[in-house]
């Protein structure tokens, strides 16, 4: 497998072959779905892991005819169609391959789409154990190995930060505490839902977790005694921003916004936020 090209802190790789297996790990496989976007990099991760009873896929993506190809064309007995969280690059492909492989589709029980069968924390799936992981999506599941490799959808991503909306789908608050027993695992290797893997998982959410901690206390200098319109404030904290990212932004900072107010630090007003106490 190709090493991830290390340019700032992000791990970047080569734009895959779509519909190509690359072997991962001993007996796990990725196929990337072919929806590449500003939010999702090359696109999707699926996993393909091999165990006694067949393969189980993880997160299949997007119903893409010739990605669905691609995984049945490699997988064998496909034995569990698993998602990690109901978001649509993850979820939108999983019915049809369900359909195909003649499975029920495995995902954790909230979240607006639903699967067929509950995947509770705790539960043993595929010779992995589900960990209910919210922040990014109130129904986030990561996957642990006893081997030391967690499957860590868009919990814990190589490419870029996480999106963590505002709740109910998203908390700040639920995110951190989710980073925090992930990072306790002390996996040796991270498989996500998007880019390449991460090998050193425990020092880079270190850095996830003092940027986020950053980008709050950024946001709290941010906020003054008179109430500031929330677009003011957004093009503060994230000037030179791109234009397709905006919404991104947008819900990033009203996510930090209403963490602030949670720490008693911020006060939203009809007309905008601006901080608490004097
Ligand atoms: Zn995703």
């Known amino acids: 497998m190709k090493a991830a090209l ?3 802190w992000r791990l970047r790789e080569e734009t895959p072959i779509y519909g190509k297996p690359m072997d991962v790990v001993d007996g796990i496989r990725r196929i990337v779905a072919p929806n590449p976007h500003s939010m999702t990099y090359h696109g999707t991760n699926t996993w393909l892991i091999t165990h006694a009873a067949g393969t189980a896929v993880v997160d299949p993506g997007t119903d893409d005819p010739a990605h669905l190809d691609a995984i049945c064309g490699v ?3 496909i034995s569990h169609v698993i998602v990690t969280h109901w978001h649509h690059d993850h979820f939108d492909g999983a019915r049809a391959l369900a359909l ?3 499975v ?3 995902k954790f029980p909230s979240g607006p789409l639903k699967g067929d069968k509950d995947l509770l924390h705790g539960t043993e799936i595929a010779g992995m154990q589900v ?3 919210p922040g990014h999506a109130e129904d986030h599941i990561c996957l642990e190995r006893p081997d030391g490799v ?3 959808g868009d919990h814990v991503m190589g490419w870029s930060t996480t999106l963590v909306p505002p709740p109910p789908d998203g908390d700040l608050g639920d995110y951190i505490e989710s980073l925090e ?3 306790a695992l002390n996996a040796r290797i991270f498989l996500p839902g ?3 893997e991460i090998l050193k998982p425990y020092s880079f959410i270190e850095q996830l977790l003092e940027k986020r901690y950053e980008k709050l206390h950024q946001i709290e200098n941010i906020l003054t005694h008179e109430v500031q319109e929330f677009s003011n404030i957004c093009n503060r904290a994230y000037p030179k921003l791109n234009k397709k990212l905006r919404f991104a932004a947008e819900m990033m900072l009203e996510t930090y916004l209403l963490e602030l107010k949670k720490r008693g630090k911020a006060i939203q007003e009809p007309t905008g936020w601006k901080r608490a106490g004097y």
């Open 6 to 8: 290390q340019t700032d």
């Open 75 to 77: 997988s064998g007995t």
């Open 100 to 102: 195909r492989a003649n």
């Open 104 to 106: 029920p589709v495995f």
């Open 131 to 133: 960990i209910h992981t």
């Open 150 to 152: 967690l499957l860590s």
């Open 181 to 183: 027993r992930v990072q």
């Open 194 to 196: 998007h880019g390449p």
